[in-house]
C-alpha cells in the first residue's frame, strides 16, 4: 500500500512538471561590441545556461564550438542562447560576424565548473 502511495504521488508530481534531478538553468549577462565581450571570461557551473546577450554598436556573432552554439547578436536587439554545459574546462569563443576590422580578436573565454 506504501508503494503505491509513493508511486501516485511521483506520478502527479510528473504531471504537473516537477523534475527531479535536473539542474536549475543558469542565466548570465553578456554585451557584445567592439572588439569585445563583457563580461570576459564567462564563469558557470556544469548544467543548463542562457545566456542574455546585446550587440551595442553593430551586430556580432556568438560562436562556442565546444557547445555547437552559433548565433548572431543583432544590435539593439537581446538575443537569447541556450545550451547544455555537459563538460567542464575552459572553452573559447568568437565573434563569428565581421564588425570591424579588430574582428579577429574579438575572443572570449567560457569556465565551465
Known amino acids: 500500500m506504501k508503494n503505491i502511495v509513493?508511486?501516485?504521488l511521483l506520478i502527479l508530481l510528473a504531471l504537473a512538471g516537477v523534475s527531479f534531478g535536473q539542474l536549475p538553468t543558469q542565466e548570465v549577462s553578456i554585451i557584445a561590441k567592439r572588439f569585445e565581450?563583457?563580461?570576459n571570461p564567462l564563469v558557470v557551473k556544469?548544467?543548463?545556461?542562457r545566456i542574455y546577450t546585446i550587440g551595442v554598436d553593430t551586430t556580432h556573432g556568438f560562436?562556442?564550438?565546444a557547445f555547437k552554439v552559433n548565433k548572431a547578436?543583432?544590435?539593439?536587439?537581446?538575443t537569447m542562447i541556450e545550451f547544455?554545459?555537459?563538460?567542464?574546462?575552459?572553452f573559447n569563443f568568437r565573434c563569428s560576424v565581421f564588425c570591424g576590422?579588430?574582428?579577429?580578436g574579438m575572443k572570449g573565454k567560457l569556465i565551465v565548473q
Open 6 to 8: 509513493v508511486w501516485s
Open 73 to 78: 547578436i543583432k544590435q539593439g536587439e537581446i
Open 37 to 39: 565581450f563583457f563580461p
Open 84 to 90: 547544455n554545459a555537459n563538460k567542464t574546462g575552459e
Open 46 to 49: 556544469k548544467g543548463p545556461v
Open 101 to 104: 576590422l579588430g574582428h579577429p
Open 63 to 65: 560562436n562556442l564550438p
